[in-house]
């Protein structure tokens, strides 16, 4: 089966820096994604990781260790705007790649 | 910029109806996605959609769901005599192709069901 652990709450302040963990142990391994979604909304793509490394967008970078079947979330700046629920998720190596999600962390930002 | 979207937003129905959730993908793309998500839990998978027919599909999608792309632009989500716990919020969602590594999924804002 698949299975994802990601901390359930993050707390942290106004313009610090964040990082959410997530393992894995799944089969057909292919690919790790990040999600965000605010309360009532739709998850919204932030990366994804295909290959060992780090990938950075603007505020946000994702990393992932294969070898370790772990990867994390970076959040750099953070604003308000960031509380929100982060998921990570493997993407499985099946022709239509489907995805599947961790429980969810709840990041909240302080003033 | 193109986005999927849902219809209805939300939908009342009583025990044993049958109702039917309507996504409208963005329109190059090639793979289409259900999930669901129980309230305060995670984002669970249903089913994958692929060259007009089921690609993949979890122990959650039994006889009780089917899915159908009945023209080039919709793609249906039919729950057949629901229960109880088939109220949650259900996404939609659609990805472009494998091809170049495009494995952001695009997910509609989401049908909330509420069955009584």
């Known amino acids: 089966g698949q299975s994802l652990e990601q901390p359930s709450e993050v707390t942290a302040v106004e313009g610090a820096i964040v990082q959410i963990n997530c393992t894995y142990q799944?089969?057909?391994?292919?690919?790790l994604s990040w999600y965000q979604q605010h309360d009532g909304g739709a998850p919204t793509f932030l990366s994804y990781?295909?290959?060992?490394g780090l990938e950075e967008t603007g505020r946000f970078s994702s990393f992932l260790s294969r070898s370790d079947s772990y990867g994390y979330l970076l959040l750099q700046e953070l604003q308000m705007k960031d509380s929100a629920s982060y998921f990570c998720?493997?993407?499985?190596?099946?022709?239509?790649?489907?995805?599947?999600f961790g429980d969810g962390t709840t990041l909240t930002v302080k003033p | 910029e193109p986005e999927v979207t849902q219809t209805p937003s939300h939908q009342v129905t009583q025990m044993g109806q049958e109702v039917i959730l309507r996504c409208v993908p963005i329109?190059?793309?090639?793979?289409f996605y259900w999930y669901r998500q129980i309230l305060g839990q995670k984002v669970e998978f249903l089913v994958s959609?692929?060259?007009?027919?089921?690609?993949?599909k979890s122990e959650i999608f039994d006889d009780q769901f089917s899915v159908e792309r009945p023209d080039g632009s919709n793609f249906t989500l039919k729950i057949r005599s629901t229960k109880l716990e088939d109220s949650a919020m259900y996404f939609c969602?659609?990805?472009?192709?494998?091809?170049?590594?495009?494995?952001?999924?695009?997910f509609g804002p989401g049908t909330r069901l509420l069955v009584l």
């Open positions: 959609f692929y060259n007009n027919e089921i690609s993949e």
């Open positions: 990781n295909g290959l060992d």
């Open positions: 998720a493997v993407r499985q190596d099946t022709n239509a790649g489907k995805s599947t």
């Open positions: 969602a659609s990805r472009r192709s494998t091809s170049g590594g495009l494995e952001t999924q695009y």
């Open positions: 799944t089969s057909g391994f292919y690919g």
């Open positions: 329109s190059n793309h090639l793979y």
